[in-house]
């Protein structure tokens, strides 16, 4: 089980840090960023995958998310979520590689773009760089409002949770986790969409070592979206797969185990 450690950001928000430790000799660290409206907690897979590798895992519960302090699903600046990041690097305090899903994602493209820092490396899952449905209209003109004038203004959710994976016992964990959310914030939702077009528009200042895992099947993250941001963006060490049915969560579909492998040989070449 992972030992437990509270943080705090740049502003003095609290953040629920794990960590997990390998059985054998240590041979690097990953930090785990996860998406929208869950939490670490659901990572403990893939933070037993990469110890089994020999990788200390530290997993980070982003502000307004999980165990960490902050309105549920709130942020005034997107650069709140590059401070938490840089929180966490900062208490590992060594060189790390880093892994995010969906906003996760999101947040890591934001930070490679703008504050890199000491990360070695990273690897994606479906980032939320664009989304794979049309959002309302009416909440994106409410958005645009209420974001100035009730920024913690929260709306329904759009992500149907029958969408995050195929297996059905996912799901249901899913809906039943008292951490996980349904709402979305009126300025989180333009903070989202601004994210996005300055990450697109400064691609080629994305240079770090990239390895983007995204899937045909997501109803979620568009990855076709991703693939166009990845064919620019200025690293010279990048890869990407490309999995055809799979849904949102690829650590969680029955076919994780390869999305799995694919992470930790993608890590394991990276490490010297």
């Given amino acids: 089980m992972p030992t437990s450690t509270t943080i705090q950001s740049a502003d003095g928000t609290s953040l629920h840090l794990l960590q997990w430790d390998p059985v054998a000799l240590p041979i690097g660290d990953v930090l785990l960023v996860h998406g929208f409206a869950e939490h670490m907690g659901r990572y403990q897979h893939v933070a037993e995958e990469l110890t089994g590798k020999g990788w200390t895992v530290h997993g980070l519960d982003l502000r307004?998310?999980?165990?960490?302090?902050?309105?549920?699903?709130?942020?005034?600046?997107?650069?709140?979520?590059?401070?938490?990041?840089?929180?966490?690097l900062?208490?590992?305090?060594?060189?790390?590689?880093?892994?995010?899903?969906?906003?996760?994602g999101l947040v890591l493209v934001a930070t490679g773009v703008q504050r890199p820092g000491n990360i070695r490396g990273v690897v994606?899952?479906?980032?939320?760089l664009g989304t794979a449905f049309a959002p309302a209209r009416v909440k994106i003109w409410g958005g645009k409002l209420l974001s100035k004038l009730k920024p913690n203004f929260s709306m329904p959710g759009e992500v149907d949770p029958d969408h995050v994976c195929r297996d059905p016992k996912v799901v249901a964990a899913y809906k039943a986790d008292p951490l996980v959310f349904d709402l979305l914030r009126a300025r989180w939702g333009m903070e989202v969409l601004a994210t996005q077009k300055m990450v697109d528009a400064r691609a080629s200042d994305f240079?770090?070592?990239?390895?983007?895992?995204?899937?045909?099947?997501?109803r979620v993250c568009s990855a076709e979206i991703s693939q166009k941001w990845f064919d620019r963006?200025?690293?010279?060490?990048?890869?990407?797969?490309?999995?055809?049915?799979?849904?949102?969560?690829?650590?969680?579909?029955?076919?994780?185990?390869?999305?799995?492998?694919?992470?930790?040989?993608?890590?394991?070449?990276?490490?010297?």
């Fill in 64 to 88: 307004g998310h999980g165990k960490s302090g902050g309105e549920r699903g709130h942020i005034l600046k997107w650069a709140d979520y590059i401070d938490d990041v840089h929180a966490a």
């Fill in 124 to 128: 994606m899952t479906n980032p939320l």
């Fill in 90 to 104: 900062n208490e590992v305090g060594r060189p790390c590689f880093v892994v995010a899903h969906s906003m996760g």
């Fill in 233 to 272: 963006i200025g690293s010279t060490d990048k890869d990407i797969r490309v999995y055809g049915k799979l849904y949102h969560e690829l650590f969680n579909e029955p076919e994780k185990q390869n999305v799995l492998d694919d992470m930790c040989d993608w890590l394991e070449a990276h490490r010297a």
């Fill in 207 to 218: 240079k770090l070592p990239l390895m983007m895992l995204v899937s045909t099947g997501d």
